[in-house]
C-alpha cells in the first residue's frame, strides 16, 4: 500500500540532545513538508521540499533541521537548540502537478515529549 | 492577526445532531478550502474540499464557503460516535512566496452515543 511512513511513533529525550524524526514516502511525490501541532494552535510549517537536495524553512524553521538525499526520504532533526520541542510531529507529501488543491497526504505523526 | 481563525472547541453533541464546524479567513488569494479530519494520535485526512464559493455535498457531510465574507462552514448531518475526530480547515492558492497552504487551529468534536 502507498503512504507515508514516520518513526518512531513515540520518542523521549532529554535536554540538550539532538533527536532525528524519519519520513518515507512511496507515493512517488515530489513536495515533502514537516509540520508541527500542538494544542490550539493548529499545523504550523516547519520545512518543506520541492526537489531533491533542495528545502526551504517553513514559519517556524529555528532549532530545525532537514534533508532530502533522496525523492522519498525526508528526515527532521529537532536541535538542542529548539527551545520548545514537545509535541506532534507532523511529515506530509503531495504531488506539484496536482492542480490547486495541493491535497496533502499526512504521515500517523511522531509525538516527541522532552524529559 | 491570524490568516485563519477556527474555535479549538471541544465540541459535545448527541448522537443524531447537525453539527456546525467554521472558520473564517484573511487572504483573499485562497482558492481552494478543504476539511481535514484528524482521529486522535493519527494524521489528518482530507474529508472534503471546495473550489472557490459555493456548496458541496458528499453524504451527511456539506461544505460551503462564502469568498465575500471570508468564512467556510462544515455540516455534519445525522452525527455518529465514529464521526468524533478534530476536523481542521485549511485554505491553498498561489500567493507572492509561492503555493501555499495554511490550516486553522481545528475544532475537537465529540459525539455522544
Known amino acids: 500500500d502507498g503512504g507515508i511512513t514516520q518513526s518512531p511513533k513515540y520518542l523521549f529525550r532529554k535536554e540538550g540532545q539532538n533527536v532525528t524524526l524519519s519520513c518515507e514516502q512511496n507515493?512517488?511525490?515530489?513536495?515533502m513538508y514537516w509540520y508541527r501541532q500542538d494544542p490550539g494552535q493548529g499545523l504550523r510549517l516547519i520545512y518543506y521540499?520541492?526537489?531533491?537536495?533542495?528545502?526551504q524553512k517553513g514559519d517556524i524553521a529555528e532549532g530545525y533541521s532537514v534533508s532530502r538525499e533522496k525523492k522519498e526520504s525526508f528526515p527532521l532533526t529537532v536541535t538542542s537548540a529548539q527551545k520548545n520541542p514537545t509535541a506532534f510531529y507532523l511529515c506530509?507529501?503531495?504531488?506539484?502537478?496536482?492542480?490547486?488543491?495541493?491535497?496533502?497526504?499526512f504521515g500517523e505523526g511522531s509525538r516527541l515529549t522532552v524529559l | 492577526q491570524k490568516e485563519v481563525e477556527q474555535d479549538p472547541g471541544p465540541l459535545s453533541v448527541p448522537e443524531g445532531a447537525i453539527v456546525s464546524l467554521n472558520c473564517t479567513y484573511s487572504n483573499s488569494a485562497f482558492q481552494y478550502f478543504m476539511w481535514y479530519r484528524q482521529y486522535s494520535r493519527k494524521g489528518p485526512e482530507l474529508l472534503m474540499y471546495t473550489y472557490s464559493s459555493g456548496n458541496k455535498e458528499d453524504g451527511r457531510f456539506t461544505a460551503q464557503v462564502d469568498k465575500s465574507s471570508k468564512y467556510i462552514s462544515l455540516f455534519i448531518r445525522d452525527s455518529q460516535p465514529s464521526d468524533s475526530a478534530t476536523y481542521l480547515c485549511?485554505?491553498?492558492?498561489?500567493?507572492?512566496?509561492?503555493?501555499?497552504?495554511?490550516f486553522g487551529a481545528g475544532t475537537r468534536l465529540f459525539v455522544k452515543a
Open positions: 507515493l512517488n511525490h515530489d513536495a
Open positions: 506530509a507529501s503531495r504531488h506539484l502537478s496536482g492542480g490547486g488543491l495541493g491535497e496533502l497526504f
Open positions: 521540499s520541492q526537489i531533491v537536495n533542495d528545502f
Open positions: 485549511a485554505m491553498s492558492g498561489q500567493s507572492t512566496g509561492g503555493f501555499k497552504t495554511i
